[in-house]
């Protein structure tokens, strides 16, 4: 069985975060984000690492990583493509966004392409309606969406 730890780095950043809340649960959310940013994804032995270092059940930690859309719950491929699929988003376009990302990569939301360069996930709404349709790329987010947007992050990374 693998286990997880916090990197040098990250356990640094938990030390000095305890010292600034009351509470060792209230650095659930930051440390979640340590743990994405430190592997990629949020894996079971992560969760009960940190369940173990906020004194909580592993269930507590799988809940609120869980009810976050954001949170990686399953490896990702090296650029992850988040689509809106609220109204707003449906109403300027998002569907043929999704249908254009689903034949180019070859993939379905959820999936992630063989080569593990990317994943494709449906989100709910990223909260940005007045310029949609809207999208998350890695860290970044892309407003007014087109299919030559699309097209020129995709064949970027692909090069």
Request: charged letters at 20%.
């Amino acid at each position: 069985m693998s286990t997880f730890t916090f990197n040098p780095e990250n356990e640094e950043k938990f030390t000095a975060l305890l010292t600034r809340y009351p509470e060792k649960s209230s650095l659930m959310l930051p440390s979640l984000w340590m743990i994405q940013y430190q592997e990629g994804w949020i894996s079971p032995e992560s969760m009960r690492f940190l369940a173990e270092k906020l004194a909580c059940s592993p269930m507590d930690v799988y809940a609120v990583a869980s009810f976050y859309s954001m949170f990686n719950l399953k490896p990702v491929g090296k650029y992850h493509i988040q689509l809106c699929k609220t109204l707003s988003c449906m109403l300027r376009g998002s569907q043929q966004m999704q249908a254009h990302i689903q034949n180019k990569l070859g993939i379905k939301p959820g999936e992630t392409t063989k080569d593990g360069k990317f994943t494709f996930s449906l989100v709910e709404c990223l909260g940005s309606c007045g310029t949609a349709p809207c999208m998350s790329y890695n860290d970044d987010y892309v407003e007014n969406l087109t299919i030559e947007k699309l097209d020129e992050l995709i064949d970027g990374a692909q090069s």
